[in-house]
């Protein structure tokens, strides 16, 4: 490895049929924010903590479950007609919603852009301080979007909507309930890579199930809430609970193949690298696997300053002084080059996807590399 330390960082690829899947696990990042670069309108990063006062469940809680749209899908069998697209459903936070306060959380799915959905779900609750006596009904109105919906001005938000993901359901039952959204026969709801689950209440004491990192797919330690922004947190995970929704969205198989993680290193447990201005840092990534189509990568960023980004099939580049604008350096990989700009106010660490569209066939070991103007 050519620089003391690692390098934080994911790939995400298609894999070939001479190559196995791999297993998508859980990101562990404090202070996480995730943003896709060809967001045009992502708003900028706050860093601030949801003004919030949330509790657990009890252990042993029994979750009610309700369907509503279409069929009845217990007959349908997963992997046939349609496939998991993202998992998360190990939250045990309650996060307490006002009344008529939107708010919303990042989903990454492995599926690409024009995948049909099939079906979602998310877990709510009408008895946000556990009371045990609250037995009023509540109503819950839902929706995907294709973007934050804090970034755009309340007129412009139903533009950004997907269509047919959008409804309001009153519930009864009390304490915790699994609600599924069935869209088999809206003909295809056409989803994308990464959404946005918007959920509001009609009343007070109600709330959100999450807390955990997603599973299967990805979720920004992050939260959209009314007048702060989308890049909100409750305190930084894992001191804290991960600012993330309980839910699982499944696709038509026909229309999504899925994407799996070929390299993962995310564990973030010392500081930042940095040997300077403009000095490149190079890490060696083994793939799992054979060979694959690369389709993008995330990589974890601290700091201001302008960022210099690919990948390389081979350690050596060009000399660190030399502008790799705007296609990198003579040995990145194709498509894989990417300048980023981080401003003064964004304090926490980011997690940035990166896409490379069209996807590039590597195999073997690639070498990430980084340059960035300052050494703060």
């Known amino acids: 490895m050519p620089a003391t330390g690692r390098f934080a960082a994911l790939l995400f690829l298609v894999m070939t049929a001479s190559t196995n899947a791999a297993p998508i696990l859980s990101h562990l990042f404090d202070n996480s924010v995730t943003r896709t670069a060809s967001e045009d309108h992502a708003s900028p990063q706050s860093d601030a903590v949801a003004p919030l006062t949330y509790r657990q469940l009890p252990l042993g809680t029994v979750f009610n479950q309700v369907v509503a749209g279409g069929d009845d899908t217990s007959g ?54 556990l009371l045990g006596t609250e037995t009023r009904p509540y109503t819950v109105t839902y929706a995907i979007y294709d973007t934050c919906p804090e970034a755009f001005p309340p007129d412009a938000v139903p533009n950004r909507l997907i269509a047919g993901t959008s409804g309001t359901i009153t519930l009864t039952e009390q304490g915790v309930t699994t609600v599924e959204i069935d869209l088999t026969n809206l003909g295809g709801v056409v989803g994308r890579t990464s959404m946005w689950l918007a959920i509001s209440f009609d009343r007070d004491n109600c709330g959100i199930i999450g807390g955990a990192p997603a599973s299967e797919g990805f979720s920004g330690d992050l939260i959209s809430f009314p007048a702060i922004g989308c890049d909100v947190h409750l305190g930084g995970f894992p001191l804290k609970p991960h600012a993330s929704f309980n839910v699982e969205v499944y696709g038509e198989t026909a229309t999504c193949p899925c994407r799996h993680v070929a390299y993962r290193n995310t564990r973030a447990d010392r500081e930042p690298i940095n040997f300077g201005p403009n000095q490149v840092l190079v890490d060696d990534l083994t793939l799992l ?76 070991t690639v070498f990430l590399a980084v340059k960035v103007n300052n050494s703060s």
């Open 289 to 364: 696997g054979g060979s694959c189509l690369l389709t993008g990568y995330e990589v974890a960023l601290k700091g201001r300053g302008v960022y210099n980004i690919e990948l390389r099939r081979e350690c050596a580049g060009d000399p660190p002084s030399e502008d790799w604008f705007p296609n990198g350096t003579t040995t990145a990989i194709p498509g894989t080059y990417k300048r980023l700009s981080i401003g003064a106010s964004s304090t926490g660490t980011r997690i940035i996807r990166l896409p490379v569209d069209p996807p590039v066939l590597i195999s073997g």
């Open 76 to 129: 349908v069998v997963a992997g046939v007609e349609e496939t998991l697209i993202y998992r998360n459903t190990r939250g045990r936070a309650i996060i307490p919603i006002r009344e008529q306060f939107l708010v919303a959380d990042d989903i990454a799915t492995i599926a690409p852009d024009g995948c049909k959905l099939r079906r979602f779900s998310f877990d709510v609750t009408g008895d946000a301080e």
